[in-house]
């Protein structure tokens, strides 16, 4: 009894042996191998069901064309590392899914992340054990880093997905001395010959720029350019479409640690250094698609009177005058209030909708190269950009910020003459971004420096200006005269320190047939120009039952 006792125990044993190594085998296939038992790395077959859900969730986000050509222009055997401002596992989902649809490189590894609730269950289970079971080994949780796992997958090409920023990612790295990810990836590439090659992303929930004076909303929700959670689930679920992808320009590791001005430093100084140029990068890209923060129209007007130049003239002027500061302080605000634009980023997002209903109604197509506006948004990040366009037609403008605003890009303000200030239009024109200045300046000194300091204003606040060079329509087609002033102004608010540099991109806008032909005709015949008034907007109504064919904007080499 004893004897088959124990020969019954024994087999018992084998038995549970064997069939716990079965199961063991069979969740591998299932899973993958064991050395990838961590929850930051995420397998490419989550199940099918899983799948279907997320790619039903993320199909209504777009992924900007420029991304394609883009990992295109990487070296063949590059890895890649996706590269974001903030961690969100709502980024990365998005980017595993979209990615893998659009049969894109898509991220698998998850630096300082743990993605638990889409692992398989079999995969989670043999995680859960081999963390259980190291524990009680060591007293300590595995580590991916220690493990050298991190190392393993970078080395062996596995896509990957980098947040720049956490809070608490932020502490245990410069505080606690964990390990820091981008110094780690600096050192895999010291001895790595495949180049690393960090290519940053932006997700975007709005075009809108951050605003100085959050709604109640803003507040508790999160701004439009960072939303909480359930503002982006709202967004997702309600109005996908606003959801867009950008890349940035990417960045060769390799090619870095090969710069002369990073040779003979520590992994931690490049780290370091490295983190904050691709910071500043991810910022100037955003700033190039939602434009600078919006500030109230008093901050403006504070900010433009209190200015050192225009203050030192309006106490000499006073002092001519014989009136007080105050009176001059008065005078220039009366100017301010007849130039400045009253720039609505909420009505530009309405104008948007009206004017491509608008524009496919009157035109067969609006055209322009998106290698072009994408040359644009790159050059757009080191300073403001003057878009100097020829004119021909009250509809230059329209076409202008239609087309920079429908490619993700600010809309301009735009230099408007003070003949289009008519009522009702003016609050609308300058909503938009118009601001209106005199036909001449002539005997207006003081009128002349308020509109200097209101340039040097936006100049400094970062926003794109657009300025008609030839000053007026061309009623012949050719090009005019040019007109130097504005010119004159914008180099002057330039050299004044106004910004650090001014990018002028010349703008061609070439029409099939021109909106404006038969008043052109009218006047060359001898006809009198009509002032420009509601009424006679209203008589435009007639251009909708006219097709004027195509459009097409060329923009010129940019000059800095």
């Known amino acids: 009894m004893i004897v088959c006792g124990l020969f019954a125990q024994i087999w018992y044993n084998r038995a549970m042996k064997k069939t716990a190594s079965m199961i063991k085998d ?3 296939r299932m899973t993958g191998p064991a050395e990838k038992l961590f929850a930051c790395w995420l397998p490419a077959r989550i199940g099918f069901f899983t799948l279907f859900i997320l790619r039903r969730l993320f199909s209504g986000v777009s992924i900007n064309p420029q991304l394609q050509r883009t990992i295109d222009d990487l070296p063949n055997n590059a890895v890649i590392v996706y590269v974001s401002k903030n961690k969100s596992y709502f980024e990365f989902l998005c980017y595993f899914t979209r990615y893998m649809q ?3 490189p898509f991220p698998q590894l998850c630096f300082e992340g743990k993605i638990r609730i889409l692992q398989p269950v079999g995969r989670l289970l043999l995680i859960t054990y081999a963390q259980i079971r190291h524990f009680f ?3 300590a949780l595995r580590d991916p880093y220690q493990a050298g796992f991190i190392r393993e997958e970078i080395e062996s090409g596995t896509t990957a997905y980098l947040p720049l920023v956490g809070k608490r990612d932020f502490y245990r790295s410069f505080i606690k001395s964990k390990t820091d990810p981008i110094r780690h990836l600096i050192q895999i590439q010291q001895n790595l010959k495949r180049p690393i090659c960090l290519v940053p992303q932006l997700m975007l929930f709005s075009k809108r720029p951050a605003s100085t004076y959050p709604t109640l909303t803003d507040i508790v929700f999160g701004s439009p350019q960072k939303p909480r959670k359930l503002r982006r689930l709202a967004i997702l679920f309600n109005k996908p479409e606003r959801i867009f992808i950008e890349v940035s320009d990417p960045v060769n590791l390799q090619h870095f640690l090969d710069l002369p001005e990073n040779q003979g430093h520590s992994p931690a100084y ?13 910022n100037a890209h955003r700033r190039s698609i939602t434009g600078p923060t919006i500030k109230m129209p008093e901050e403006i007007k504070q900010e433009i009177l209190t200015s050192a130049e225009l203050r030192q003239f309006m106490v000499a002027y006073a002092k001519r005058r014989n009136t007080t500061i105050f009176e001059a302080h008065h005078e220039a605000l009366g100017y301010i209030d007849e130039i400045a634009a009253n720039y609505s980023p909420s009505f530009i997002n ?3 909708r009206l004017l491509g209903r608008f524009l496919r109604v009157v035109f067969e197509s609006v055209t322009a190269s998106p290698d072009a506006l994408a040359e644009i948004k790159r050059v757009s990040r080191k300073g403001p950009v003057i878009f100097v366009p020829a004119h021909k037609s009250h509809m230059d403008s329209i076409l202008l910020s239609y087309t920079l605003y429908d490619n993700h890009m600010p809309c301009p303000h735009i230099f408007a003459g003070k003949n289009l200030a008519f009522w009702p239009m003016a609050s609308i024109f300058r909503r938009v971004g118009a601001f209106f200045v005199r036909r001449s300046f002539k005997g207006a000194v003081f009128y002349a420096k308020v509109f200097s300091a209101y340039i040097f204003e936006l100049l400094k606040e970062g926003f794109n200006i657009a300025v008609y060079i030839e000053g007026t329509r061309s009623r012949s087609g050719k090009l005019l005269r040019p007109q130097l002033g504005m010119l004159s102004i914008l180099l002057h608010a330039y050299f004044e320190g106004a910004c650090k540099d001014l990018i002028f991109i010349p703008v061609f806008i070439a029409y099939d047939r021109i909106p404006d032909e038969g008043s052109y005709l009218n006047e060359i015949s001898g006809g009198k120009k009509p002032p420009e008034n509601f009424r006679q907007m209203l008589k435009a109504k007639s251009m909708l039952k006219t ?11 940019p000059v800095s």
Request: aromatic share 12%; glycine share 6%; proline share 0%.
């Open 26 to 28: 069979l969740l591998l």
């Open 102 to 104: 659009a049969r894109l």
């Open 137 to 139: 080994r060591h007293f």
């Open 270 to 282: 490049l780290a370091m250094k490295l983190r904050r140029d691709l910071l500043r990068q991810i």
């Open 350 to 352: 309405l104008a948007h």
């Open 547 to 557: 097709r004027y064919g195509s459009v097409y904007l060329n923009f010129g080499n």
